[in-house]
């Protein structure tokens, strides 16, 4: 019997920007809304009233990153790590290792602005 792979018609992208926008601008993520940092690999997840840089980093130790950086989701490891994000360069995707399928399910996109989720930047505002 042929598998059915369903599309899905929506983009998920996380609130993203660098290490020093984050740090000066310092917002309240909303429960449980990541904030990725580009150019530190790491993130944040939001508890609705904790300042950003007040925030733990996600995964553990803050030395350890979050997200596992690649060119390609080829290069990624043949089991992953569902506490980590896993990027891909070339492809300009995020993805997560979804240990019950034992697969990477794309998250979303990067695209060349590096503009924050929801449209905007890391103070919410539309680009």
């Known amino acids: 019997m042929a598998e059915t792979i369903t599309q899905l018609k929506s983009i998920i992208q996380f609130r993203r920007g660098s290490s020093t926008e984050w740090s000066t601008l310092n917002p309240i ?3 449980g809304e990541p904030g990725f940092e580009l150019d530190t690999g790491r993130f944040k997840i939001g508890d609705g009233k ?3 840089n007040t925030l733990p980093y996600s995964g553990g130790d803050e030395a ?4 596992i950086d690649r060119d390609t989701h080829y290069e990624f490891p043949s089991i992953g790590d569902s506490k980590k994000i896993y990027k891909a360069n070339t492809e300009k995707l995020l993805y997560q290792w979804n240990a019950s399928l ?6 979303g996109s990067l ?3 590096y503009d924050l989720i929801y449209g905007g930047n890391a103070n919410g505002e539309n680009a």
């Open 29 to 31: 993520l909303h429960e």
């Open 64 to 67: 350890e990153s979050s997200v």
């Open 111 to 113: 695209d060349d602005t």
């Open 102 to 107: 034992l697969k990477y399910e794309v998250l």
């Open 50 to 52: 904790t300042p950003y």
